[in-house]
């Protein structure tokens, strides 16, 4: 097939390349067969094992056939909350076909994934890399006769988002639900000000003017920016680079989803702002694939860049300052949020996090000292360029400076993003999005915390409640161990596998709290998950098994009571197996009852 | 050069610049427990099992490189009972029957147990269905046995640098695959370091087995990690 030769050898011979390769080849043939790994291997000059290994860790991937039209319904607990069983219900009759299956006719895949930035428009799901939101059964229906009838899941979206949603490049129906614009953010910003402003200073007057804004990286950890850039400037070096996460991959986040699409510019203006203080001549965007949609918007912003001589060589007349940005696409991995598994994966690597040290400044992209921001981050520190570090720092508390953009979800009638002034408590918060009366509130989605209405006076910012901007609320007929389980099922999934902590130690965290939820758990149960938990956080190797048992470990504090009436209390052992329960099927069939249910359970 | 002097469990010790702290404890005498780590190879980080703290923050010490003035904490009783944790996760997230096992008292894993008293795990047995493949002419891959320390993938390459062993699938599916076309290629000796280099009997040569007799094997007379302990008081 002269065809197939194209679509792998058109690439650069680069190992780098691979993950692009793999894109191509899954995009037109619905997997990637072995005869294509074996090319691809040539092609690159790779093991056939290293392409498997690339191949098999990103979810949108398969070596099995995944089907000519394929689906992936986000599996989050937004989207459980929001009617998911229904929708994956009217799929499967629909197609015929279960979810994790193609259907007979190999015309249609049902697979589940994790988060796809759409919690404050679920149930979503992304059919042939096109977003549908807010699905119901009927929806379901009508998209699987459409593809099934030859329409293409593009041609099925017939009404267009708000805002840069509707252009001719973006043509989704995804919302921007922009609830609370801020003076960071949503300020009025003259385009190009902050690289203009910048190629006006020297380097070291950027980073000084970001460190004394007192900015945080705004992914979650809190790091000092303006330190960041330093550390990353006094590297020596042959070249340094920018690394833009627009990896947001935490339940409940989608604040960057709109900053990609209605403030890109603003991001783009941050990234070379970066490059200007720490020296470097390339900017990279990690974009997850989730948002693949956004890609040619991205791209067209990046050529006016380029025409407005913002990007490019000599930039805004600086003389010498030469900077360009390309854009990378993750395949559906949440630890490539993990700065340094983001890294591996654009190098064209499975998504394993790195070892540190060194640390990314001192060697991150292709070895070279590297920043890596988050969106927000970036596009925070093109604003505090332009109106000054005095402006950012009154802005917010006296730790926490300035502004953060949240993504809220679930059980509240106004979802969206809120720009929001840190210092800001849970409860105004609630009262804002129309969540009073919560049960629960999840702060920094499954990785943060979960907490009860009497922590609702606690505040958001870097010394009480950090984080990266998920909030999901949960209404007071939520269960929170449906909520729980669905967070760990999360986890579980998501680890790289790399370590033994987070690889086998959250799989025994699930089975034991399900133990707990099925009302076999005893107190000595309890024990165990805190003590497991802590176990994982302690000695696991990145921050995915550093917070994986947060779910249960915050819980545990927050709803003693939950916990405490789902144990047998007293009793000193409960087995986990429900031999009743195994042998119900076999005794139905003799028609006869369990005999051992007694002695086992009760 | 310059030495860098560092404390483990309050005794002075010294270490080059660069050298991390489980080798720096080793030219001091003192043993921490490793089971991913090689010499020779790039350290992974990936077992956990030699988890030290410094200043409270618990971190590899097969990873991490000794500062000056650094106090870890090695034989903390809580820092050794997450060791043993890590070592029983590993035994019943796997299929581990040392009875019949080719490299029982030559094997790290079982090294480890034995120096932990293990006996048995307190995480009940996940019983994975795991697969088999001896399709490569010299070697057999037994993913049972397999955990997934990475020796294998960091150590055994072809001439030409390609990876004869990878990784593939993720969390708790990960697992080991070789590259059949590249590994029909091992030399005899090839295929001996590749068995040499896994620390449990995951790979194993083919056709020849269990050569060494009971009390000839290295872990027979004296627990893991007794050679490095020998140093101390020297």
């Known amino acids: 097939m002269p065809q197939e030769k194209d679509i792998i050898l058109k690439h650069p011979k680069d190992p780098e390349a691979l993950l692009d390769v793999i894109r191509d080849v899954q995009a037109r043939d619905g997997r990637v067969s072995d005869d294509a790994v074996g090319r691809i291997a040539a092609h690159l000059k790779l093991s056939e094992a290293d392409v498997r290994g690339a191949v098999t860790f990103y979810h949108f991937f398969s070596l099995a056939p995944r089907g000519a039209s394929t689906v992936y319904l986000n599996d989050s607990i937004t989207s459980r909350m929001k009617g998911r069983t229904a929708v994956a219900r009217a799929f499967e009759e629909e197609t015929g076909c279960r979810f994790g299956e193609v259907s007979a006719d190999g015309k249609i895949g049902l697979f589940p994934t994790s988060c796809i930035g759409m919690s404050d428009q679920e149930p979503s799901a992304i059919v042939d890399g096109v977003v549908f939101t807010a699905l119901n059964p009927e929806k379901a229906r009508a998209i699987v006769r459409g593809l099934r009838a030859g329409t293409p899941a593009q041609d099925q979206v017939v009404a267009f988002g708000d805002g840069l949603n509707q252009s001719e490049l973006v043509r989704a129906m995804v919302a921007n639900n922009i609830r609370k614009r801020g003076p960071v953010l949503f300020g009025a910003h003259e385009p190009g000000a902050a690289v203009r402003k910048a190629a006006a200073m020297t380097p070291e007057q950027v980073i000084d003017e970001i460190k004394r804004s007192g900015l945080l990286g705004r992914g979650g950890a809190g790091f000092p920016t303006g330190l960041k850039w330093e550390f990353c400037r006094r590297e020596k070096a042959p070249q340094r680079f920018v690394v833009c996460n627009a990896d947001e991959g935490e339940p409940g986040t989608f604040k960057d989803r709109v900053i990609l699409t209605e403030l890109p510019r603003l991001l783009f203006e941050g990234m070379i702002v970066a490059g200007y203080a720490i020296g470097a001549k390339t900017g990279v965007l990690y974009l997850r694939s989730e948002y693949a949609y956004l890609r040619p918007h991205l791209e067209s912003v990046l050529a006016d860049l380029r025409k407005d001589k913002l990007l490019g060589r000599k930039i805004a007349g600086s003389g010498s300052f030469d900077f360009d940005i390309v854009i990378k696409s993750g395949a559906g991995a949440y630890i490539c949020g993990e700065e340094s598994a983001l890294l591996e994966s654009a190098e064209g690597r499975r998504g394993e996090p790195r070892d540190r040290p060194p640390f990314p400044v001192q060697k991150g992209y292709k070895d070279q000292p590297t920043t890596v921001n988050n969106v927000e981050t970036l596009a925070t520190a093109a604003r505090i360029l332009v109106e000054g570090a005095a402006w950012f720092k009154a802005l917010g508390t006296a730790q926490s400076a300035g502004t953060k953009l949240l993504s809220v979800s679930g059980d509240c009638s106004r979802p969206g993003v809120y720009e929001i002034e840190y210092g800001l408590t849970v409860a105004s918060l609630l009262e804002m999005a129309g969540g009073t009366g919560a049960k629960a509130v999840q702060v920094g989605g499954p990785s943060g915390s979960c907490i009860a209405p009497a922590g609702f006076g606690r505040k958001i910012d870097f010394s009480d409640l950090a984080t990266g901007g998920s909030i999901i609320v949960f209404g007071p007929d939520r269960d929170i161990f449906e909520i729980v389980a669905n967070f760990m099922d999360f986890f579980v999934e998501e680890s790289c596998g790399w370590c033994v902590p987070c690889r086998a130690g959250n799989v025994l965290l699930r089975k034991k709290f399900d133990k707990v939820a099925r009302g076999l758990g005893t107190e000595g149960d309890l024990r165990d998950l805190e003590t497991w938990g802590k176990l994982v956080k302690a000695t696991s190797r990145c921050g995915l098994g550093q917070t994986s048992p947060n779910p249960i470990l915050t819980t545990l504090k927050s709803f003693p009571d939950l916990y405490e009436a789902r144990i047998r209390k007293g009793e000193e052992f409960v087995p986990d197996f429900d031999l009743a329960a195994a042998v119900q099927a076999g005794c139905t069939a003799a028609n006869r009852q369990p005999e051992c249910k007694e002695s086992l359970h009760d | ?234």
């Open chain 2, 1 to 234: 050069m310059t030495e860098i002097r560092f404390t483990i469990d309050g005794r002075a010790c010294t270490a080059k610049p660069g050298q991390t702290i489980v080798d720096a404890a080793k030219a001091n005498g003192v043993y921490i427990p490793v089971l991913c780590n090689y010499e020779g190879l790039k350290p992974a980080g990936s077992c956990r099992i030699c988890t030290v703290r410094v200043a409270g923050r618990y971190m590899a010490a097969c990873t991490q490189p000794v500062t000056e003035g650094m106090a870890v904490e090695n034989t903390a009783p809580d820092l050794e009972d997450m060791r043993r944790s890590l070592i029983e996760m590993l035994f019943v997230e796997g299929n581990h029957l040392c009875p019949s096992c080719e490299k029982s008292g030559n094997c790290e894993l079982q090294g480890l147990a034995y120096r932990y008293r293990m006996l048995s795990p307190r995480f009940p047995y996940l019983w994975p269905v795991r697969t088999v493949d001896a399709t490569v002419p010299l070697l057999m891959l037994d993913r049972n046995r397999c955990v997934q320390c990475l020796r294998c993938v960091r150590g055994v390459t072809a001439r030409d640098g390609r990876k004869i062993f990878a990784s593939v699938e993720r969390g708790a599916r990960v697992t080991i695959e070789v590259d059949k076309k590249l590994a029909a290629r091992l030399s005899e000796e090839e295929a001996r370091r590749a068995m040499d280099i896994c620390p449990v009997g995951a790979i194993l040569r083919k056709e020849k087995g269990f050569a060494l007799p009971i009390g000839k094997r290295k872990f027979d007379h004296a627990p893991i990690g007794s050679d490095i302990e020998k140093g101390i008081g020297r």
